[in-house]
């Protein structure tokens, strides 16, 4: 048994739909039983894409928007269901809750919190092959939620642990995970192995390629998973569930999308623990999600997307809190877990945005990634100049003392 994954660019036309279907031809006679995971067919634009849904759908409620956005998928696993029909396969659609995927609940953005495969198994006693629609599980209150973009990655990776696969496979029409965007940095090496951590660092970092929950959840249940591509039905990457020594204690670099610098100052007849408690509780109550959180003294640092940014000064000023909004700024990151107890690793990227004439906002470091907050403008020159610096150099061989 075998567990593939098309996305949205592998199935938007007649032909690439074509070769998706060739691809899924051959697994068949390659293993006999196929689960095939779908998006929603094609980018913005396209009928039945997420974001066309989406703008169908500007004045629902958060729970229909979710029942909307599933719609895509669903399409996607009727129409490629349809076409194996055509040439011969015996096949079974279903729905991502069908498939026994259920959630946090969580609307637009939900975790996978379960996987009963028994559906999906019962039907494969009947059908070679089961066509699943992926981003979408159900929620414990029996209702449609979807898994946030790029989630269809997540539903092949919990199907096929959920089904013991000791692999998956996503078909994408990139190429290869690469060291940072090829499209912003020129000398960008494709990376044929990687570390399911390093992948998902660089995923939550604003790498796009796989979804950050799917590489969690390949390296809990230990799955390797193959990025193939579309063009060539090649393993272009794997995505291994354990540590990859690459001689480079840098896997890659990365940036997030644009966001808002928020400086909030509390009174000085209130406690600072108090003062804390009350921001960000006001900023969660807003549903904002925050980063770069930064508190010293009486005042409290953090970042917010652009798109948030007024909510969440509205939420400031109701509540006379004195803040200010700087941006727009991107956070800039390199990541890797091999960099844990490296020396001079802060001195390195210091100096690589330094000599590029850009300044750091704020910065925030992990065991495996170090970011910096720059000016949106600076976000392309600071990838460059963090990429120049720490994946086109030789590098460093020494591994003791402190970051």
């Given at each position: 048994?075998?567990?593939?994954?098309?996305?949205?660019?592998?199935?938007?036309?007649?032909?690439?739909?074509?070769?998706?279907?060739?691809?899924?031809?051959?697994?068949?006679?390659?293993?006999?039983?196929?689960?095939?995971?779908?998006?929603?067919?094609?980018?913005?634009?396209?009928?039945?894409?997420?974001?066309?849904?989406?703008?169908?759908?500007?004045?629902?409620?958060?729970?229909?928007?979710?029942?909307?956005?599933?719609?895509?998928?669903?399409?996607?696993?009727?129409?490629?269901?349809?076409?194996?029909?055509?040439?011969?396969?015996?096949?079974?659609?279903?729905?991502?809750?069908?498939?026994?995927?259920?959630?946090?609940?969580?609307?637009?953005?939900?975790?996978?919190?379960?996987?009963?495969?028994?559906?999906?198994?019962?039907?494969?006693?009947?059908?070679?092959?089961?066509?699943?629609?992926?981003?979408?599980?159900?929620?414990?209150?029996?209702?449609?939620?979807?898994?946030?973009?790029?989630?269809?990655?997540?539903?092949?990776?919990?199907?096929?642990?959920?089904?013991?696969?000791?692999?998956?496979?996503?078909?994408?029409?990139?190429?290869?995970?690469?060291t940072a965007d090829p499209e912003v940095v020129p000398a960008a090496r494709p990376l044929e192995r990687v570390s399911a951590e390093d992948i998902r660092q660089m995923a939550w970092q604003g790498a796009k390629v796989v979804h950050p929950r799917a590489a969690e959840i390949a390296e809990q249940a230990s799955l390797t998973i193959e990025l193939r591509s579309q063009s060539t039905g090649r393993t272009v990457t794997t995505v291994e569930p354990v540590a990859i020594r690459s001689g480079r204690y840098v896997t890659g670099v990365a940036a997030g999308p644009s966001v808002v610098q928020v400086t909030a100052d509390g009174p000085a007849d209130v406690p600072a623990r108090d003062f804390f408690d009350r921001v960000f509780s006001l900023i969660a109550g807003e549903g904002v999600s925050m980063d770069l959180f930064s508190v010293f003294g009486s005042r409290a640092v953090f970042t917010v997307r652009t798109d948030d940014s007024e909510a969440t000064a509205g939420a400031l000023t109701g509540a006379g809190i004195p803040h200010t909004l700087s941006g727009p700024c991107r956070k800039?990151?390199?990541?890797?877990?091999?960099?844990?107890?490296?020396?001079?690793?802060?001195?390195?990227?210091?100096?690589?945005l330094a000599g590029a004439g850009i300044d750091m906002l704020q910065t925030v470091d992990s065991h495996a990634t170090i970011s910096a907050l720059v000016r949106d403008g600076d976000g392309d020159a600071a990838l460059r100049a963090l990429h120049e610096e720490f994946i086109e150099k030789p590098p460093c061989p020494e591994r003791e003392g402190a970051v």
């Open positions: 048994m075998i567990v593939a994954k098309f996305g949205g660019t592998c199935l938007q036309d007649d032909r690439s739909r074509g070769a998706a279907l060739e691809a899924c031809l051959g697994l068949l006679g390659e293993h006999g039983r196929l689960v095939v995971v779908v998006s929603a067919m094609g980018r913005a634009g396209d009928p039945y894409a997420t974001d066309t849904l989406s703008g169908l759908a500007a004045h629902a409620d958060s729970r229909e928007r979710d029942l909307v956005l599933a719609c895509g998928e669903v399409i996607s696993a009727v129409v490629f269901s349809s076409l194996l029909r055509e040439r011969g396969v015996e096949v079974r659609a279903m729905t991502g809750w069908e498939a026994g995927i259920r959630t946090d609940g969580v609307v637009s953005d939900s975790c996978v919190s379960s996987v009963d495969p028994g559906a999906v198994l019962e039907a494969l006693g009947r059908f070679p092959c089961v066509v699943v629609a992926g981003f979408q599980g159900m929620g414990p209150d029996g209702s449609v939620t979807t898994l946030g973009r790029g989630g269809s990655d997540t539903s092949a990776v919990c199907l096929a642990a959920a089904l013991g696969c000791g692999r998956v496979l996503l078909y994408k029409t990139v190429e290869s995970v690469f800039v990151s390199i990541v890797g877990a091999g960099m844990h107890g490296m020396r001079g690793v802060m001195a390195h990227f210091a100096r690589a």
